[in-house]
């Protein structure tokens, strides 16, 4: 598709919104084609969100947008006025008192101590994807868990880490 | 010498496994990647990608992009600074012989996808957005992507590619006695274009300090190569040059050599004399290195009781028209069998496309798999059952470098447990002979083999009047837990706590060490930080026994032990000086070291080092589906001391789960029309996903090597050799359907 028939937007032509962002209430001026992914990563610094394909095809970019696991780069910032926003830069603070001693959340500490990551890319996509998943409850089995968490590519290939990080939660849960 | 690791008596940390010291980083999200770091004068470069394959550029009409608000400047090859004239300047540590590739150099097109203009804006969408508004005319010709199309002008790489054996000179009459063999197997082979496909895009983020002088973020498997690229290529004093990757979002080969971004950036940097990050998309990644396709055929002559008599592997790999890109495919065989008449060949033929690169075990991903099916093929002629076939021609010397002895194969240790852990005495070995519901069950083997390394690496160690150690160098965290091993190492050698041990990587102001590939580092950092303690260790002794009343006095270096942050004499504990205090009594703020590790000569004169596996994997085929199921593996891995099991065994998961999807997904499909790869995303080139993933049980066997101090191997490619013919094997148990092309799609056993 050529896009040169369209007149170019004025570069300042921005937008308000609200986001509270691991807890922190934001007004925001952002462009309207600005998605959540970008939004995030280079104009908050908030980098631990990762961009892995823009496409929505490997889940590096999974945030929790109330409560819900999203692809950021499948969002425009502009459509998610009044949301709440959680990053991995947020998830030890979502873990209300369930954080441990090192601020982690145990979704977190799991990860680190089942070694569910090498180059640690996909990670923070991993770790909100698994939240999200704990969230929404359905995952019991392993099985499940797998099936679930399909969306989140991991080119180290940590896969059964990962299962064991989130079984261990689970199980943490459910005692 | 080689003195075998244990300096301190106390191997703490060595051996044992901990979890990563880089986990609280990179699960908080403050572990940042090449196109994380940022500058208040950046700006944002969007590439251009060539529409066509081949041709030349007639015409690149930049205006309208030009036009936009927001850009500042679109590079192309009319208009972009002068660089280095020669071949040679380009040329980075890893590069084969030949020109490499120059982004922006003139209007040739020599292959899809190749970068033709640099958009540069203030921000990333007003680059990108610009770059679609690049009009670039060309004059097309036609190009050859299909290695069939070009075998019969195949040749002998003139010359070699530094650090890549050459196949060794045939012995025997390998062709008389195929010919003369009762069993003879003949056969051709094949596994697709796989893209390493990191998930952390190629990125490199040039920071413009004014006067010439730059810190470059960049996605490398070594900064090393990069400072030295851009001090060569940009004309700069490798002074004025820092680069840094503290961590790497996976490389598995394709952040060895410097990439197009780096150039681009650092182009553009200069141009404007500000701050210039480039990231590639998705699809870009397609764009530069991939593993090669390569033509193999396979012939095994033997005796009815499977012994071999002639074996053949003739291969030709896929390069480029600008590199003579090499890799080690054919000599495995030589180095695992035994057989009297052998000849091994290897040529390249030249296509339209990028420069192929190491991909996660190269060469050995490829090879490995054609002689490991062809030694299935071989058991079922002959009725040898798999394991017995491998031990029947058990080779107790390489073959390939003139009959020498292996510093360590335990290989007969991962066919025994590995074997015993699977299960593989209940296998009934016909055919379609086993079964659950209405799945079909296949049980199939695999030998694994990859080289063990050891590269010239320099490392510092920094002790601090505080007791804390800091070890480092330019080495890259690729994914393998290098950070945590150093640490490990290093607090051993000085007998501190972990938590006292820093360890810094990638990073230009630290000793230099080569590229992080070929399983090498944990090896040759390793040794060089081990090295670094000692010499610190060393230094530190000295001041102990200075002191006065010391209670190390008139003890040599070689009676005492460092452990829990003390020196003590070895044999009376009581006796002993903590490092603080010897610090504070020597009046010194901080002890420094800078060691050296090179390999071993008398040790590589007299023995060739391996590292061996034998994996063992269940499939479940649905026969109306044709689907897939890899419900088991077990990967029994010789490679000499585990510094860390938990990391260890994470190195082996990664490379059989990249070996499943070489076996059963991972294709990058060339449409030969267009010389372009069509499934340039994640969503059409399947790598595997959690789903697919089942039960992966990792063996570690006992092995003792000398090669190096630590007596460790390597772990980084081994996981990764023989899985996808292990996976073959056991689709033609469960089907009778002989794979003999990857990947083992639905379509090709309907």
């Known amino acids: 598709m050529r896009l040169e028939s369209a007149s170019p937007v004025a570069a300042d032509a921005k937008i308000g919104i609200r986001l509270t962002i691991n807890g922190e209430v934001r007004d925001i001026q952002v462009a309207p084609w600005t998605t959540l992914l970008d939004l995030l990563r280079e104009r908050l610094d908030l980098t631990g969100t990762k961009k892995g394909c823009d496409h929505g095809q490997c889940g590096a970019c999974t945030v929790l947008v109330d409560g819900t696991r999203v692809n950021a780069c499948l969002i425009l910032a502009v459509m998610k006025d ?6 991995v830069e947020g998830l030890g603070g979502l873990a209300n008192g369930g954080a441990g001693s090192n601020g982690l959340h145990p979704i977190q500490a799991a990860f680190v101590e089942h070694d569910a990551f090498q180059c640690g890319y996909c990670t923070p996509g991993q770790l909100c994807s698994s939240v999200g998943m704990l969230n929404e409850g359905h995952a019991r089995t392993r ?17 059964t880490n990962i299962v064991d990080a989130i079984e261990d939660v689970l199980q943490g849960e459910a005692r | 010498m080689t003195q075998h690791f244990s300096t301190t008596g106390h191997d703490t940390f060595v051996g044992s496994p901990r979890s990563r010291v880089d986990g609280p980083a990179k699960v908080t999200g403050l572990a940042k990647y090449a196109a994380e770091f940022t500058a208040s004068d950046l700006a944002h470069g969007y590439v251009v990608s060539s529409a066509i394959a081949k041709g030349r550029i007639t015409r690149i009409d930049a205006r309208a992009a030009e036009a936009v608000p927001g850009v500042v400047k679109v590079l192309t090859h009319e208009n972009r600074d002068r660089t280095a004239w020669l071949d040679y300047n380009y040329q980075d540590a890893v590069a084969p012989p030949g020109s490499p590739f120059r982004a922006l150099y003139d209007d040739a097109i020599l292959y899809s996808g190749q970068p033709v203009a640099l958009v540069i804006a203030e921000d990333f969408e007003t680059a990108r957005y610009a770059a679609t ?52 197997l003949r056969q051709d082979y094949r596994l697709a274009i796989e893209h390493h496909n990191p998930m952390e895009p190629h990125a490199s983020t040039v920071v413009y300090e004014g006067d010439g002088k730059y810190t470059v973020y960049d996605k490398i498997q070594g900064v090393s190569n990069s400072q030295a690229y851009i001090a060569s290529v940009f004309g700069l004093k490798k002074d004025d040059v820092r680069v840094m990757n503290p961590y790497l979002g996976g490389g598995f080969g394709s952040g060895l050599r410097p990439q197009y971004q780096l150039f681009l950036a650092m182009l553009a940097a200069r141009d404007l004399k500000r701050s210039v990050r480039v990231v590639l998309t998705r699809d870009q990644m397609w764009t530069f290195s991939y593993r090669p396709d390569a033509l193999q055929t396979v012939s095994l002559g033997a005796d009815r009781d499977g012994g071999l008599q002639a074996l053949r592997h003739d291969a030709t790999g896929a390069t480029s028209h600008f590199e003579d890109y090499q890799e080690v495919v054919v000599n495995w065989a030589g180095v695992l069998y035994k057989c009297d008449n052998v000849a091994l060949t290897y040529k390249l033929a030249k296509l339209d496309t990028h420069t192929p690169s190491d991909m996660r075990a190269p060469g050995a991903v490829t090879g490995v798999f054609a002689i490991e099916i062809a030694m299935d093929e071989l058991a079922y002629e002959t009725g040898v059952d798999p394991i017995a076939l491998r031990l029947r021609n058990y080779s107790d010397v390489d073959a390939t470098a003139g009959g020498k002895l292996f510093g360590s194969k335990a290989l007969k240790s991962c066919f025994e447990q590995g074997a015993e852990r699977f299960g593989w005495a209940k296998r009934t070995p016909e055919p379609r002979s086993m079964r659950d519901g209405r799945e079909l069950v296949g049980w199939g083997m695999a030998t694994g083999v990859w080289e063990s390394m050891m590269m010239q690496t320099n490392a510092r160690a920094v002790l601090t009047a505080d007791g804390k150690l800091e070890v480092g160098n330019t080495a890259g965290e690729i994914g393998t837990g290098t950070y945590t091993i150093l640490a490990q190492i290093a607090a051993d050698s000085l007998g501190l706590p972990m938590e006292d041990v820093t360890t810094k990587l990638g990073d230009t102001s ?14 040759s950092s390793g040794t060089a930080v081990m090295k670094a303690c000692r010499s610190v260790a060393a230094q530190v002794f000295v001041l102990a026994r200075q002191m006065e009343a010391s209670p190390l006095a008139n003890v040599d270096f070689e009676r005492v032990v460092f452990a829990d942050g003390r020196i003590a004499v070895a044999d009376d504990p009581s006796r002993s000086v903590s490092l603080v205090e010897a610090m504070r009594a020597g009046g010194m703020d901080r002890i420094e070291a800078v060691e050296s590790a090179t390999p071993d000569k008398d040790f590589n004169s007299a023995y060739e080092a391996y590292t061996h596996s034998a994996v063992f994997v269940e499939v479940k085929i649905d026969e109306e589906l044709g689907q897939v199921r890899l419900t088991r593996v077990v990967s029994a891995i010789a490679a000499g001391k585990i510094l860390n099991p938990k990391t260890a065994r994470s190195q082996i998961l990664g490379g059989v789960v990249m070996g499943i999807g070489s076996a059963l997904e991972e294709e990058s499909m060339m449409d030969h029309r267009l010389g372009r790869f069509m499934n340039h995303n994640l969503g059409e080139y399947h790598v595997p996903v959690n789903a697919d993933i089942y039960d992966i049980d990792v063996i570690f066997v006992d092995e003792e090597d000398k090669a190096n101090p630590l007596g460790v191997k390597g772990l980084g490619e081994i996981g990764i050799v023989g899985t996808a013919a292990a996976i073959a094997n056991a689709v033609f148990h469960a089907t009778g359907k002989r794979m003999r092309h990857l990947p083992i799609t639905v379509d090709k056993l309907l």
Not at chain 1, 82 to 87: L, N, R
Not at chain 2, 154 to 161: F, L, T
Not at chain 2, 163 to 184: R, S
Request: hydrophobic share 35%.
């Open chain 2, 133 to 184: 508004l690049v009009r670039v005319k060309y004059d097309t010709e036609t190009p050859v992507t299909d290695v069939r199309q070009v075998e019969d002008e195949a040749y002998v790489p003139p010359k070699k590619r530094n650090g890549i054996k050459p196949p060794p000179k045939p012995w025997g009459d390998a062709d008389a006695a195929f010919d003369n063999a009762p069993i003879q």
């Open chain 2, 510 to 523: 630290l000793p230099e060490a080569p590229v992080s590939g070929g399983s090498w580092t944990a090896a």
């Open chain 1, 82 to 87: 009044g949301a709440e926003i959680t990053t």
């Open chain 1, 143 to 159: 099985d499940e868990i797998r099936e679930a968490m399909s969306g989140n590519l991991c080119r180290c290939g940590a896969y």
